[in-house]
């Protein structure tokens, strides 16, 4: 897919292209109608933010091709679902993939399987099965959302990155999931990413990180932050073996 987009980007006109699957006209689309908030790479303008940054890397295909879709009200970005057809919503999305260091949609892409390296299908059965890593993340939209979406993550963690991340998780955890910790008034403790943090009040992600569960300050002994990551240190407790798996696994992605 590389070679293919490299292909559709040095040439320049993507009508003729349309059946490259991934980014069909998604860059004479986003040329024509995003660049100038956003910048000709995704760099972003004053008009738009950068569509290259963690936050934009980190937003799922669903959740990509939602906000182009609906956009965010009360911002400059507008929706685009009623002048862009089905199709151009996700070409225009597989290239900000491109621009953001990828290949395109994950659920376009051809490519998108696991690589055939025996190494990476082996992790990718650790990662959904034992190792239980997929009951908090996700990866072509399957997963759980207590950690962030997995997708595109070898375009934006090196390799010295990814493995401190696996390796210890605390020492630098990723915006957006930082901890706070209630102490109820029974004595017991509440842990998780939270929401909303107000004089008021606090909301915190259950642990199936379906439900934002509201705690009152004033009912409660009290809450602090944790530098501590809600990721549990499972990598360390594999074998070397499953450990190469794993990483081959995530390098994949
Ligand atoms: C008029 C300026 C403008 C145009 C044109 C525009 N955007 Fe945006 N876009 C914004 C702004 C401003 C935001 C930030 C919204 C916010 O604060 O959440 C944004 C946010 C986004 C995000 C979410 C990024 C994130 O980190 O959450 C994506 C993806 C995006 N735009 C893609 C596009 C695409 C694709 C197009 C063209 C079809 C486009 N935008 C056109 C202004 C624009
Ligand atoms: C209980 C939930 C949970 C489990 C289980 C879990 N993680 Fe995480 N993971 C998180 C959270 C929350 C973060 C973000 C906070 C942080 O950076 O530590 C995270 C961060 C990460 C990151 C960094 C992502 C980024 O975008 O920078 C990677 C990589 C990762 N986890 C891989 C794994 C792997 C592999 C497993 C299985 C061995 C696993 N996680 C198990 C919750 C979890």
């Given at each position: 897919m590389i070679y293919r987009s490299a292909v559709v980007l040095s040439i320049g006109f993507a009508a003729s292209f349309s059946s490259f699957a991934g980014v069909g006209e998604g860059q004479v689309l986003y040329d024509g109608f995003c660049q100038i908030c956003h910048g000709g790479t995704g760099e972003g303008q004053t008009m738009g933010k950068s569509l290259t940054d963690n936050n934009a890397s980190r937003l799922s295909d669903a959740e990509l091709i939602d906000v182009i879709t609906a956009g965010r009200s009360g911002t400059g970005m507008v929706a685009w679902g009623s002048s862009f057809s089905e199709q151009e919503i996700l070409d225009v999305a597989s290239y900000v993939r491109v621009l953001q260091?990828?290949?395109?949609?994950?659920?376009?892409?051809?490519?998108?399987?696991?690589s055939d390296d025996p190494a990476a299908l082996a992790g990718e059965?650790?990662?959904?099965?034992?190792?239980?890593?997929?009951?908090?993340?996700s990866y072509r939209d399957q997963g759980g959302n207590v950690g962030p979406n997995l997708d595109g993550l070898s375009a934006r963690l090196d390799n010295n990155q990814l493995i401190q991340a696996l390796?210890?998780?605390?020492?630098?955890?990723?915006s957006g999931y930082e901890v706070k910790v209630v102490e109820q008034n029974d004595g017991t403790f509440i842990r998780g990413r939270f929401r909303n943090d107000s004089e008021l009040a606090v909301q915190i992600q259950s642990n199936d990180g379906r439900r934002w569960v509201t705690y009152f300050k004033d009912r409660v002994n009290s809450v602090t932050d944790s530098t501590e990551s809600v990721m549990p240190d499972v990598y360390a407790t594999l074998?070397?073996?499953?450990?190469?798996?794993l990483l081959a696994f995530l390098k994949s992605l």
């Open positions: 260091g990828g290949t395109g949609l994950a659920e376009v892409d051809e490519n998108a399987g696991v059965q650790l990662f959904s099965g034992s190792a239980g890593c997929i009951s908090c993340h390796v210890n998780p605390s020492q630098s955890i990723v074998g070397a073996l499953e450990q190469e798996q």
